[in-house]
């Protein structure tokens, strides 16, 4: 599985951990879009790159975090195609995957400590779409871009 990593300054520890994390797991191709050191950027630039990623089919999922996720899951979401889901939570990251199919997961650096976002990470990455009555939701939120 390709995935595409992005993180503004205030996520940039985070991202940095998830990929060490990824990598000792193994399977994992991963494309860091940036940024890369704690120098100030601004997350719409890193949230759209790995967007774009993703909708142009050079990623299967993404991976975004900011100081909260909140500012880069918005940027995210500005992309057609995308369904970034902002998780502070296991179940949360279960349950964006299983019933709305989120392609992007949004971590905030400063809302949760590493171990945990790692555990929303491995939740978020091994559950699947269930389909059925969720597919019929999800093309109605995919009807809201046109």
């Known amino acids: 599985m390709k ?9 940039f520890a985070l991202k940095e951990q998830i990929k060490k994390h990824l990598a000792a797991k193994g ?13 100030s950027v601004d997350y719409p630039d890193y949230g759209a790159a790995v967007a774009r ?4 089919g050079q990623a299967d999922k993404g991976i975004i975090v900011c100081g909260t996720g909140i500012g880069i899951s918005i940027a995210a979401n500005k992309i057609k195609g995308i369904r ?15 019933h709305n199919d989120a392609n992007i997961l949004a971590l905030g650096q400063r809302v ?3 171990g945990l976002a790692l555990e929303i990470l491995d939740a978020w990455l091994t559950a699947e779409f269930e389909g059925g009555r969720h597919q ?3 093309d109605k939120l995919m009807d809201l871009e046109k």
């Open 53 to 56: 990623k993703v909708v142009q």
């Open 3 to 11: 995935i595409a990593l992005g993180a503004d300054h205030g996520g």
């Open 136 to 138: 019929k939701r999800l």
């Open 27 to 39: 399977g994992y191709e991963l494309e860091d879009c940036g940024c890369f050191d704690e120098t």
């Open 84 to 98: 970034a889901a902002l998780c502070g939570d296991v179940y949360s990251a279960k349950l964006s995957r299983m």
């Open 112 to 114: 949760v400590g590493p």
